[in-house]
């Protein structure tokens, strides 16, 4: 009976190494039978961020706040025509138009549409991305934006031209004579505004021309500045919120509303939404790239100035929301509306390059 035991103890031991052997295989084994088991990766939750989706409803939340200040505050979208249109989840080949996004905006504005991509003054080269921008503008301007576009150009037959083109599409064109870190001057030709008209401009819709100055500190003094702008008659001028170290006096702002026959204007301040300034007001002595967590590497071009993850609510915070906020402090200005560049800030997430960037080979 000993040695009975000892046999069926052994058989045991082996039908229990069969089993882990087996499972260290990914089988078990059930009644005698080995059954094949599945292996699984533990389950880890992650959060995937649609890029485009988030610079849609932060743009949205800018619209809100600022028209709960002031109903009729102007809102124009700089680059980032994709942002237009959503994807069809089941085919990515169609889309629908952003609908909320759309009525967020009044306009748009697109650079080197024409001229100035990627040579200053050349035509744009690449035609297929040419073609898709063309769709999207077309496609702003039918559900009612405005469509602004600055090419970039000295020629005078070039700028002609550029003004032809636009006009035949229903777009509103400048020509921009020289790139945007160097504008900071009016244009040489053509002398007058392009279709001047001595109307004032109380609406985005009755703009028939427009001027854009990036960098108004070779204008002299804030009031020679605005003085000088005062003494043209375009219909809209895009300006910096700051002349140099400090922001436009709102007498200033007034001064600017005005063209030279006295009829009123647009005056709109450039607002970038997709990277942080170490040279802004908003920026504290500690922060650095990654610290806070938001701020990203720096942009092409600009070691001052770094891309952030704009879904971030501090960063947000900073932008909108509150009487705070930069969005504000440009409405309290006296500024008719702004332009919001840094849009397309969502392609360096998506792909770790900024637009008209190439992929390496």
């Keep these: 009976m000993y040695r009975s035991l000892i046999t069926v103890f052994l058989a045991f031991l082996v039908l229990v190494a069969g089993a882990a052997e087996a499972?260290?295989?990914g089988r078990v084994r059930i009644q005698g039978r080995t059954i094949e088991e599945k292996e699984t990766a533990p389950k880890v939750r992650r959060i995937i961020l649609d890029y485009r989706e988030e610079m849609r409803k932060f743009v949205q939340s800018i619209s809100t706040f600022a028209r709960k200040r002031r109903p009729n505050f102007v809102l124009i979208a700089e680059n980032g025509l994709d942002l237009l249109v959503k994807r069809q989840e089941d085919?990515?080949?169609?889309?629908?138009?952003?609908?909320?996004?759309?009525?967020?905006?009044?306009?748009?504005?697109?650079?080197?549409?024409?001229?100035?991509?990627?040579?200053?003054?050349k035509p744009f080269v690449n035609k297929e991305k040419q073609a898709r921008l063309l769709r999207l503008t077309a496609q702003a301007k039918s559900n009612g934006l405005k469509v602004l576009i600055i090419d970039y150009a000295k020629a005078p037959k070039v700028i002609d031209e550029s003004y032809r083109i636009n006009a035949a599409r229903g777009y509103i064109p400048f020509v921009a004579h020289a790139p945007d870190a160097d504008l900071n001057s009016l244009p040489p030709y053509p002398k007058r505004p392009y279709r001047e008209n001595p109307r004032s401009i109380l609406s985005l819709r009755a703009v028939k021309n427009f001027l854009s100055i990036v960098d108004s500190t070779p204008f002299g003094r804030q009031d020679e500045y605005t003085l000088r702008l005062h003494?043209?008659?375009?219909?809209?001028?895009?300006?910096?919120?700051?002349?140099?170290r400090l922001p436009l006096r709102k007498q200033a702002v007034e001064t600017l509303k005005y063209k030279k026959i006295g009829a009123r204007r647009l005056v709109v301040a450039r607002l970038d939404i997709g990277s942080a300034a170490s040279y802004l007001y908003y920026w504290k002595p500690h922060w650095r790239e990654g610290s806070p967590l938001w701020i990203s590497a720096p942009t092409r071009g600009d070691p001052d100035k770094f891309h952030v993850e704009y879904w971030s609510p501090e960063w947000q915070r900073i932008i909108t929301g509150n009487i705070q906020s930069y969005i504000y402090g440009i409405i309290d200005q006296g500024f008719d509306g702004a332009v919001l560049s840094g849009l397309d800030v969502y392609l360096f997430f998506e792909t770790g390059r900024e637009e008209g960037e190439e992929e390496e080979q």
Excluded: C, W
């Design 91 to 121: 085919d990515e080949t169609k889309s629908n138009p952003a609908r909320t996004y759309i009525r967020s905006i009044d306009g748009i504005i697109q650079k080197a549409l024409f001229y100035g991509d990627p040579e200053f003054g």
């Design 23 to 25: 499972q260290e295989k």
């Design 231 to 244: 003494d043209t008659n375009y219909d809209m001028v895009v300006v910096d919120v700051f002349h140099g």
